[in-house]
């Protein structure tokens, strides 16, 4: 299968290549904190900076502290999480790739931490899928980041350009430029990204990487090609 369109596929890590251990521990942190935790604290924290999201969290726990004090409690309690609930690669990874690189496009992997942590930790051995000069791109300093992925650091065009991640603000982000959007939103039960796609009008949505096949990833490409794709 190669795409005539798509010259980019960019893919989320935490909530996409990996489980999501990012949302549980917000909802957790905030209501734990005496915060309520709504449809507008997840678009506030969630994809934003790590200060920003620690500045955001202190305002709606009404916490006398810094985003940096507060960003850094939360890793703490992130780390707590883990203990009980390991960062794991998503189910079908390997197979996904596969499909993504039949495609012809290029490949890379982006998220809110270094590349030692993101990529070297946990995506080493699938290596060979990725973008071999970029395989990673830590986007905390300019979230959301799309705009500096497609341009600055790939150098394509935005309706070349296919994101698929776990979080809706990507996707207002990428409607808003003309790029490609897959979502892949968060079953549990807190979260708002579902209800939030539809109303952003994500056309695209999937529980599970499986469902990211070539019949839709050509369709895709047709969409953008004919600047249908929203």
């Known amino acids: 299968m190669q795409l005539e369109q798509i010259k980019l596929i960019a893919v989320d890590t935490d909530g996409v290549l990996f489980n ?12 734990k904190h005496g915060g309520a935790y709504t449809a507008e604290v997840e678009r506030a924290v969630w994809g934003s900076p790590q200060i920003a999201a620690g500045q955001n969290m202190a305002l709606t726990c009404r916490l006398p502290w810094s985003g940096k004090t507060t960003i850094e409690a939360f890793f703490e309690e992130r780390d707590r999480y883990l203990l009980e609930h390991p960062v794991q690669i998503a189910s079908g990874v390997e197979a996904f790739l596969q499909t993504l690189a039949s495609t ?10 270094d590349r030692s942590y993101s990529f070297d ?8 899928y990725f973008d071999p000069h970029i395989p990673y791109i830590d986007v905390n300093d300019f979230r959301p980041g799309m705009a500096e992925i497609v341009e600055d650091i790939c150098g394509v065009e935005f309706q070349q350009a296919l994101f698929i991640d776990d979080i809706n603000r990507v996707g207002e982000v990428c409607k808003a430029l003309g790029a490609g959007f897959i979502g892949i ?11 939030q796609m539809t109303e952003t009008g994500v056309r695209h949505m999937v529980s599970e990487l499986a469902a990211i096949d070539a019949i839709m990833l050509s369709s895709i490409d047709k969409e953008l090609a004919a600047g249908s794709h929203w």
């Open 104 to 113: 012809g496009a290029r490949i890379i992997s982006y998220g809110g931490r």
């Open 121 to 128: 930790k946990f995506l080493s051995p699938f290596a060979d």
């Open 20 to 31: 999501d251990t990012y949302s549980p521990v917000i909802e957790r942190f905030v209501t």
């Open 185 to 195: 939103p968060s079953s549990a039960p807190h979260n708002f990204q579902r209800r």
